[in-house]
């Protein structure tokens, strides 16, 4: 290897460039196949005649068996490559996702979904890892926020095509359409994306993985951040679970494709993660993540109004701070873990895709039984609690390295 291709990956480089485009055609994929059945999930409610917790099961379930596989999925990209594993992970998820729209049960749909997690599940966390070890410390911070940025125009766009298709058309055919252009990005990810050049793959002794979990939880930072990821993604998901349901009955009664229109807020995120990735990386972390959830909490409230504009701005602000937050914390855990960096990755992320499946679900209680009202008090308190510990954070002793 020269010494040319031994340095880190600097920001403005061609091969930034080329790395960002892959990263976040992958983001977009993950999300895109993941969130896509968000807005449809009225939809499942009366196409299966389920309950609006049980349509929701369509993103939990698929949430759930991501967070669990990551804990296997992130040791095994230390043993066969970070590259492998994530190109493996998107094309089996766009293949699934094309399988899933035409399945007539409502239980063999869930099936391929809970599968479609798994195989999901080899992206985010070695992704993480990927630009850790690539990226120079200046670019960490740009880089993690345009890898989440591809998460939010994927998020978006899959919302958006789905919630329109379903008007107009069905919903089976907006999934597929999902599942295709998730197949594109993974073509675009592996062509794009350069080969590790300071991973070093070794062999993994199954008896010592448990080992390389459990001292990310001795370190006086990771877990607070570990709980973020559980707090902030949970309330998030919350509000755009059921914010649907609310704008389709009255006064407002909306459409399915103005409801799927809504969710073009999502290009908020995408601008705020890149952005606050960046701010960050200037001014400190411990000086944006509790403004980020902070703006979140502002957004929330603005969405108790009855007047459509301010909600929709509600829920674009209560966007751009989940971004931001997210944005600031998982990019702290690759600075923060100083060794096993991909299972310090999948951990935040395992908590973070089990906040989406476990938080995000118990809100359909607080909507049955108190309404969007119910909705907003159960996202402040999960926030304000993520605000407590950002504060902490903040007064931790800076990190020394060896």
């Known amino acids: 290897m020269s010494e040319a291709d031994d340095r880190l990956i600097e ?8 790395t960002t485009v892959a990263l976040a055609a992958a983001g977009f994929s993950t999300f895109a196949v ?3 059945v968000q807005p449809l999930l009225p939809v499942y409610a009366d196409d299966f005649h389920v309950s609006p917790a049980e349509s929701s ?3 939990s379930l698929p949430c759930a068996t991501l967070a669990v596989a990551l804990l296997v999925v992130s040791p095994l990209s230390e043993v066969w490559g970070r590259k492998p594993v994530m190109t493996i992970s998107l094309f089996a998820s766009a293949i699934l996702t094309i399988v899933a729209c035409l399945v007539p049960s409502w239980h063999g749909f869930l099936a391929l ?6 195989t999901a599940s080899g992206l985010p966390a070695v992704a993480m890892a990927y630009l850790s070890e690539e990226m120079h410390g200046r670019a960490i911070g740009l880089s993690m926020g345009l890898l989440i940025g591809g998460n939010a125009l994927g998020g978006m766009v899959g919302r958006l ?6 008007d107009y058309g069905s919903w089976r055919l907006g999934l597929g359409t999902i599942g295709v252009l998730a197949l594109l990005a993974a073509v675009t990810f592996w062509r794009a994306l350069p080969e590790s050049r300071h991973f070093t793959a070794h062999r993994m002794r199954w008896r010592e993985v448990p080992g390389t979990f459990t001292q990310h939880f001795r370190d006086a930072g990771l877990p607070w951040l570990f709980a973020e990821a559980f707090l902030l993604m949970g309330g998030f998901v919350c509000v755009y679970n059921y914010i649907g349901f609310r704008l389709l009955d009255p006064p407002f009664s909306l459409s399915q494709a103005a409801i799927g229109a809504i969710f073009a807020v999502y290009l908020a995120g995408t601008a705020s993660s890149a952005a606050t990735g ?14 980020a959830i902070t703006l979140g909490l502002v957004g929330i409230v603005m969405t108790l109004s009855d007047n459509l504009v301010v909600i929709i701005g509600g829920i674009a602000v209560v966007t751009i701070g989940f971004f931001g937050a997210h944005s600031v914390a998982s990019s702290w855990i690759g600075r923060r873990a100083l060794r096993d960096r991909a299972q310090a990755s999948s951990v935040y992320l395992s908590l973070y895709y089990l906040g989406s499946s476990v938080l995000g679900t118990a809100g359909g209680w607080f909507f049955a039984h108190a309404g969007w009202p119910g909705v907003v008090a159960y996202f402040g308190a999960l926030y304000g609690i993520a605000l407590a510990i950002a504060i902490r954070l903040a007064r931790l002793p800076p990190l020394t390295r060896p």
């Open 57 to 59: 099961l369509a993103l």
């Open 11 to 18: 920001a403005g480089t061609p091969v930034f460039r080329r």
């Open 278 to 291: 960046e701010i960050a990386s200037r001014l400190g972390r411990r000086k944006v993540l509790w403004l």
């Open 161 to 166: 095509i789905a919630g329109v298709i379903a």
């Open 34 to 36: 993941l969130y896509g």
């Open 113 to 118: 979904r809970a599968l479609t997690g798994l």
